[in-house]
C-alpha cells in the first residue's frame, strides 16, 4: 500500500541553524512513532510559509543515512491571511502495510494548532 505521513514543526526565528534542527526533529519523529526506514519512502514533500526564507528544510533529510536517495520538494504554502506562521509542512509518500487509521500523522510545537484532533491522538497514545 501507498501511504501518506503529514507533519508539522514551527520556529520561532528564519535562521539556518533552527529551520535545519527544526525540521530535522520533526523527521525523527516521523521515523520513529512510524517505525519508518528510508527505502519506504517514495517521495518527500516540504513546504513552508512565506516566511522561511534562509534555507531549503530537504537539506536536513540529507543528514540522516539512506536519505539522500529520497526525492525531495521545497515549495512555499499558499500565504492565507492568518495561517500559522514560521510553519514547515511534511508529505512524505511511503510504501507500508499499516492501515491508514495505523499511520502517525505528527505535529510539533505550535502546529499542534493545526491538527489538534491528530495531535490528541498522538499525545494520548504516548501516555
Not at 54 to 74: E, I, M, Q
Request: net charge negative; with cysteine.
Amino acid at each position: 500500500m501507498i501511504r501518506g505521513i503529514r507533519g508539522a514543526i514551527t520556529v520561532t526565528s528564519d535562521s539556518e541553524h533552527e529551520i535545519l534542527d527544526a525540521t530535522e526533529e520533526l523527521l525523527i519523529e516521523i521515523i520513529k512513532e512510524n517505525q519508518l526506514d528510508a527505502e519506504q519512502v517514495a517521495q518527500a514533500l516540504i513546504t513552508v510559509t512565506n516566511d522561511i526564507t534562509s534555507t531549503f528544510p530537504a537539506v536536513a533529510l540529507r543528514r540522516f543515512p539512506g536519505w539522500s536517495y529520497v526525492p525531495v520538494t521545497c515549495a512555499q504554502e499558499i500565504p492565507v491571511a492568518g495561517s500559522l506562521p514560521l510553519c514547515i509542512r511534511f508529505l512524505l509518500t511511503v510504501n507500508s502495510d499499516k492501515k491508514q487509521a495505523d499511520i502517525k500523522h505528527i505535529y510539533l510545537r505550535e502546529a499542534k494548532k493545526l491538527r489538534p484532533d491528530l495531535s490528541l491522538t498522538r499525545e494520548s497514545q504516548s501516555s
